[in-house]
């Protein structure tokens, strides 16, 4: 079956450090989503990967796909407090259908 | 108000109660899902619906869920004779199939179901 699992669980950082969170499926994906959830809110969408070894940054935040679309990684450059949330992959498949991983919960120490 | 939007926020129920959730996604999207999400874990896949289709339903799911979008615009979802397990967070998300934010799930603030 299809499964995305995500690694770690919780990370705690002091501010300015750099924090990864790293996601693996079981089957190779159509296409990969991130999204970050703060507490008691919802999730939002951060990015989509869809090519094969893709890399795209959005300021301190990097994005990667592997090169057989099965796993995929997102790095965090000098953390601050604002990036503190859970952080979630969701495996997409050409069925437009999304599992999510189990998240990060990224805490950051001031 | 262009986002997506659950009612009810909350709802609070005895075991074996039906309920009925409701989803208004953004008007111009095609495709709408429906996860459930528990406490310290991720959202969890239970269907979607593509305009008015109910394109795939997880395989977890009991036949005691099921989800309607009629003339593929709103969305509900009834859970019948409802069982503790069944307390969680229920999301509703929709995206667009074309355009520059093509397969963005843009979320709703969810429905908090607790069955007593």
């Known amino acids: 079956g299809q499964q995305v699992m995500q690694i770690p669980q919780y990370q705690h950082v002091q501010e300015g450090e750099d924090f990864t969170t790293y996601c693996n499926s079981s089957t190779t994906l159509s296409n990969i989503q991130w999204y970050k959830q703060r507490p008691g809110g919802h999730p939002v969408f951060l990015i989509q990967l869809v090519k094969s070894g893709e890399v795209k940054k959005q300021k301190r935040l990097t994005f990667q796909f592997g090169e057989a679309k099965k796993n995929s990684s997102l790095h965090i450059t000098a953390t601050q407090t604002t990036d503190v949330g859970t952080y979630f992959c969701a495996g997409g498949w050409r069925t437009y259908k999304y599992i999510f991983g189990t998240g990060t919960r990224l805490k950051v120490l001031a | 108000d262009t986002g997506v939007s659950q009612d009810p926020r909350h709802k609070i129920t005895k075991r074996g109660q039906n309920v009925t959730f409701r989803c208004d996604p953004i008007s111009e999207h095609n495709r709408l899902y429906w996860y459930r999400q528990t406490l310290g874990q991720g959202p969890e896949f239970l269907t979607y619906?593509?305009?008015?289709?109910?394109?795939?339903k997880s395989r977890l799911l009991s036949d005691r869920f099921s989800a309607e979008r009629p003339k593929g615009s709103f969305s509900t979802l009834e859970i019948q004779r409802t069982e503790q397990g069944d307390s969680a967070m229920y999301l509703c998300?929709?995206?667009?199939?074309?355009?520059?934010?093509?397969?963005?799930?843009?979320f709703g603030p969810g429905t908090r179901l607790t069955v007593l």
């Open positions: 619906f593509q305009n008015e289709a109910q394109l795939e």
């Open positions: 998300a929709s995206s667009s199939i074309q355009g520059l934010k093509n397969n963005e799930q843009f």
